[in-house]
């Protein structure tokens, strides 16, 4: 089952400034959807972005979804 955190739990989890994902979040970096208002991180997709790339890295499969 696919794990989803919040920006304050993503950050956490990683050990990410919450405000960094936010930002990477209205870039459209981070993989994930909104829901309301709250943005939920994939974290499977997020933890292989940070292992290949470092950091979140934007492609045309990924970034936000509006619901």
Known sequence: MKEYKTYK???????WPD?????WGKQGL?????SGTR???DCERLREQ???????MGNS???SVAL
């Open 61 to 63: 499969e990924g970034g």
């Open 9 to 15: 739990q993503a950050a956490l989890k990683y050990g």
């Open 39 to 41: 943005f939920y991180i």
């Open 19 to 23: 405000y960094r994902l936010r930002q």
């Open 30 to 34: 981070l993989p994930g959807f909104y």
């Open 50 to 56: 940070l292992e290949t790339y470092g950091r979140p």
